[in-house]
């Protein structure tokens, strides 16, 4: 799937792929140039050893900090709860759609998704604070 992270002037894309309980992602624009070649410059290591008793899954992150800020990192980590460990049918049909019918798949989708769940609000925020 992938998450919207706002920026000074829209939003940058960030590609996730799942590799067991990893979540590896990379910037759109590297997976374009780099291809296979793109590293990941965050990864939300998983640990679901507490679900069944306990009903939580346990995360830790190791992110490139040349590339990325921890509230960036941050943003993109809540975005993987916004559409994954969610009630609402709309929100998860999102990822179905990347994952099952990529052509119906609408990228203005995610940031729809994102601006009404307040999530990058913050961080849009302190960009713009930071313009002199």
Not at 63 to 89: G, H, K, P, W
Request: net charge negative.
């Amino acid at each position: 799937f992938l998450c919207a992270l706002p920026r000074r002037e829209g939003y940058e894309f960030f590609v996730g792929q799942w590799t067991g309980t990893e979540l590896h992602f990379t910037a759109l624009i590297n997976i374009q140039t780099r291809g296979e070649a793109a590293a990941s410059q965050l990864i939300l290591y998983h640990y679901p050893e507490l679900k069944e008793e306990k009903g939580i899954v346990l995360m830790t992150a190791e992110m490139d900090s040349t590339f990325l800020n921890v509230a960036e990192a941050q943003c993109i980590a809540n975005q993987v709860q916004l559409f994954y460990a969610t009630d609402r049918r709309e929100t998860y049909g999102l990822v179905e759609t990347f994952n099952f019918r990529p052509n119906e798949f609408k990228y203005m989708s995610v940031i729809a998704e994102l601006e009404q769940s307040g999530l990058g609000a913050e961080l849009k925020c302190s960009q713009n604070q930071d313009k002199t």
